[in-house]
């Protein structure tokens, strides 16, 4: 069993849908959270960095972490179709540490 | 802003060549770090350094090595390659132990 999971989709949404992204874990030791968008044979973009338990909102991006229950998700609010990737969850025990990813989620915003 | 850069961007080799693959962090960035994603899979962690030390290995097989040089640019460096070693192959640089993850645009090698 992975240590993240994550569902690998493919999600397909209207625009202007509200999107909701997921990820679990099993290790108790993740501390900080992020979440990448990746375009097809690019490298991963860094949206959301959070640390712990919490929200953090930016734009039209909302990450939330529970910690208790080893869950993360990313919203996506009024999606747009340059929204459509892949969306990868990544976690480490430390800021310095390497990264542990989901399966990421393709997600397709039509018009 | 500067972004992490990598070279080549893409490498065609013959099994059991060698492959160099060279990453610049972003200015400032003294941690680097080197992912390999085969295709459809997620990014695996191969190596980090930071300040010119290895800091992290991952699953790194022994017939690849890396290097942090005094500016800060690594190396990659791959040897006795196998058709199982074509992937992306991403570097990305933070700012000390404690800083985001930023990628490069990755290293797209083929092994023929």
């Known amino acids: 069993q992975k240590e993240v999971e994550q569902d690998p989709g493919p999600l397909s949404v209207p625009e202007g849908a509200i999107v909701s992204l997921n990820c679990t874990y099993s290790?108790?030791?993740?501390?900080?959270f992020m979440w990448y968008r990746q375009y097809s044979r690019k490298g991963p973009e860094l949206l959301m960095y959070?640390?712990?338990?919490g929200n953090k909102e930016d734009g039209r991006f909302t990450a939330q972490v529970d910690k208790s229950s080893k869950y993360i998700s990313l919203f996506i609010r009024d999606s747009q179709p340059s929204d459509s990737a892949t969306y990868l969850c990544?976690?480490?025990?430390?800021?310095?540490?390497?990264?542990?990813f989901g399966t990421g989620t393709q997600l397709k915003v039509e018009l | 802003a500067a972004g992490v850069i990598q070279s080549p961007r893409h490498l065609i080799k013959e099994k059991r060549e060698t492959a160099t693959l060279k990453c610049y962090p972003i200015p400032r960035h003294d941690t680097v770090y080197w992912y390999q994603q085969g295709p459809g899979q997620d990014p695996q962690f191969l190596i980090s350094?930071?300040?010119?030390?290895?800091?992290d290995k991952g699953s790194i097989p022994d017939r690849f090595s890396a290097q942090q040089f005094s500016d800060y640019h690594s190396e990659l460096n791959m040897s006795s390659l196998e058709l199982g070693d074509s992937a992306l192959y991403f570097c990305?640089?933070?700012?000390?132990?404690?800083?985001?993850?930023?990628f490069g645009p990755g290293t797209r090698l083929t092994v023929l």
């Open positions: 350094f930071y300040e010119k030390m290895q800091s």
């Open positions: 290790n108790s030791a993740f501390q900080y």
């Open positions: 990305a640089s933070s700012l000390g132990t404690g800083g985001e993850q930023f």
């Open positions: 990544a976690m480490s025990a430390g800021g310095g540490n390497k990264l542990t």
């Open positions: 959070t640390y712990s338990s």
